[in-house]
């Protein structure tokens, strides 16, 4: 059974500092998507990671794939609090992009 | 351009009720995803459809069908409602093309009450 996991699960973090979400996954799989969740809100995509080693940054963020190891990190670089919020992994398990499964979500709190 | 959207925003149904949850899109996009959302949780896959006709199952398909007529409409039905639905749903659509820009879209939900 595929198994997406995410680490760690809940995060409070202050202003300021560094931090890295590691998302692990069980299958053979170059495609991995990060996304994040505001209360109540739907889900916006943060990063498309198709290929071993790739990286991609984003103002505070930045994530990474390593498909040998079959693992992402998605680091948070000065930590603000506009970044609070619930941060998914998802991993595209047969490579066509038509079936996906999620981690359970990191949630994020940046405390002033 | 609206992306995504799905109605009902909220309902809430009573057991055995059955219900159509609807999904548009005007992105042209191929694939088009439902997933589920219970609280404190990820999401978790219903059923997807790579085109028109064309449907399969996910993860947890058990309660629910799925039709696709169109390129536009991804509807979700539900025949026979039991409180473990209570969920959140989303739909999402995506486009065919492998690029990294190409991800997928998510419509507001739809927050699905059963008592």
């Known amino acids: 059974e595929l198994k997406v996991e995410q680490n760690p699960l809940f995060l409070s973090m202050q202003e300021g500092k560094n931090y890295t979400i590691y998302c692990n996954y069980s299958?053979?799989?170059?495609?991995l998507y990060w996304y994040r969740q505001d209360p109540g809100k739907s889900l916006e995509s943060l990063f498309v990671?198709?290929?071993?080693?790739a990286v991609k940054q984003e103002g505070r963020l930045m994530a990474s794939l390593d498909t040998k190891a079959r693992l992402s990190t998605l680091h948070i670089t000065a930590a603000v609090h506009d970044l609070s919020a619930t941060y998914f992994c998802?991993?595209?398990?047969?490579?066509?992009?038509?079936?996906?499964?999620f981690g359970p979500g990191t949630r994020l709190s940046v405390l002033p | 351009n609206a992306g995504v959207t799905q109605t009902p925003k909220f309902r809430i149904l009573k057991i055995g009720q059955s219900m159509t949850l609807q999904c548009t899109q005007d992105?042209?996009?191929?694939?088009m995803y439902w997933y589920r959302q219970d609280p404190g949780m990820g999401l978790k896959l219903i059923y997807y459809?790579?085109?028109?006709?064309?449907?399969d199952k996910g993860e947890v398909p058990n309660g629910y069908n799925v039709s696709r007529s169109t390129t536009e409409d991804f509807p979700l039905r539900l025949e026979l409602a039991a409180p473990s639905q209570t969920s959140v749903y989303f739909c999402?659509?995506?486009?065919?093309?492998?690029?990294?820009?190409?991800?997928?879209?998510f419509g507001p939900g739809t927050r699905l009450t059963v008592l």
């Open positions: 998802a991993v595209d398990i047969d490579n066509y992009g038509q079936n996906f499964v």
């Open positions: 299958t053979t799989s170059d495609r």
């Open positions: 990671l198709l290929s071993n080693g």
């Open positions: 992105m042209n996009h191929n694939y």
């Open positions: 459809s790579v085109g028109a006709g064309i449907t």
């Open positions: 999402a659509t995506k486009n065919r093309a492998e690029t990294s820009t190409d991800t997928q879209y």
